[in-house]
């Protein structure tokens, strides 16, 4: 084994994910939840906007091999956030409340930092 080791790729996802919570609450978004689980899986963050509830995915991408990281959000997944969502807006009795599902894209960029892109409503 090499003397230098490499992030894991859970240590890489919170860091996207702290950057992502930086990002929403410089846009005025109030932090809710993060990694929020029940059996049916994860959402990286949950958050106020106004008077949407918005469940955000976090995804990102340390080069161009894999696309952006938007594109990583599938149909599989958007269906499982979607029944995610469902099951928090029922514990926490906000069935009535406006939902919204962003994106969080979190690229390498071509200088020293990252690249954050939000995707409002991404589906």
Known sequence: MSGTSRPSTRAKGAAAEAL??????TL?????ERNWRCRLGEIDIIA????????????????PSFGPGVEA??????????A??????????????GVRFDVVSVDAGPGDGPVI???????
């Not at 906007?49 to 469940?55: A, N, P, R």
Request: aromatic fraction near 8%; proline fraction near 0%; charge should be positive.
């Open 20 to 25: 992502a919570c930086e990002h929403l609450k």
């Open 28 to 32: 005025g978004y109030s932090i809710l």
């Open 84 to 97: 995610l969502a469902e099951v928090y807006l029922q514990r926490m009795g906000l069935k009535e409340a």
């Open 48 to 63: 106020r906007d106004g008077e949407y509830v918005v469940f955000v995915e976090v995804k990102a991408r340390t080069g």
């Open 117 to 123: 892109n939000l995707i409002r409503n991404a589906f």
């Open 73 to 82: 959000v599938d149909v599989r997944k958007r269906s499982r956030l979607r």
